[in-house]
Structure formats: C-alpha cells, structure tokens
Nanobody, 126 residues
Framework: QILPVESGGGSVQGGGSLRLSCAASGYMYLGNCIGWFRQAPGAEREGVASILIGGSSPYYADSVKGRFTISRDNVKNMVYLQMSDLKPEDTAMYYC???????????????????WGQGTQVTVSS
C-alpha cells in the first residue's frame, strides 16, 4: 500500500518559516485532493490547507490564511506546505492525507480524508 510521507518539520522561533513536504507518489491523480492537517497535544485534528491535484484553487483554514501556502509538483509527486510567520499556536504534528473528490467530497471539506503517515512535528517557540 502506498503511503504519503511527511517531512520537513522542526523547531523554530516565532516568526520563522518551515516548508513541509508530502511524498504522495501514487496519489497524484487529477481528481484527488491532498490536504494538510495538524494535531496539537490534547486537541482535535484540524485541516489547515488542501489542494486539488488537477485544480488551481487551494483552500486554507482561517487560522493559517495569509501565512501558509500549499503547492504541488506533479512531476516529483510532492505536495508542500510553506509556513511563514509561524506562531506558537502552530505547534502540532502535521500530516498530509488524500481523498478522491468525486466520491469523498470537495477538497475544502476537511472530512473524508484518509491518511496513514507518521506525521512531522512542528514546534514554534515564543
């Protein structure tokens, strides 16, 4: 079974930047959505950004809008999450996930995603 693999996390000070990578080989079909999610200790998992592989309009949660950018490289089979102006409240384990738009719902709906990756930890200090 092909699993997305996240990388790029780390520890940064507030205001810093990180770029997360999701190796999504096998999932980069035009009708697939790739989403980034995060989960802080004691909190529920939340969706932060999503993109349709065959589309051009990414979607962002309000909490990250203007600071995070999701992008894809269909040749390298990678999806990225560029995070800027990081804040302590961005501290979480970050995961990427996929779903098929036609059967699982629109990309901006952070439901119906399937993920099995181990995640990558992002820690932002004040």
């Amino acid at each position: 079974q092909i699993l997305p693999v996240e990388s790029g996390g780390g520890s940064v000070q507030g205001g810093g930047s990180l770029r997360l990578s999701c190796a999504a080989s096998g999932y980069m079909y035009l009708g697939n959505c790739i989403g980034w999610f995060r989960q802080a200790p004691g909190a529920e998992r939340e969706g932060v950004a999503s993109i349709l592989i065959g589309g051009s309009s990414p979607y962002y949660a309000d909490s990250v809008k203007g600071r995070f950018t999701i992008s894809r490289d269909n040749v390298k089979n990678m999806v990225y999450l560029q995070m800027s102006d990081l804040k302590p409240e961005d501290t979480a384990m970050y995961y990427c996930a996929k779903k098929t738009r036609v059967s699982d719902g629109d990309c901006y709906e952070f439901l119906g995603y399937t993920f099995w990756g181990q995640g990558t930890q992002v820690t932002v200090s004040s």
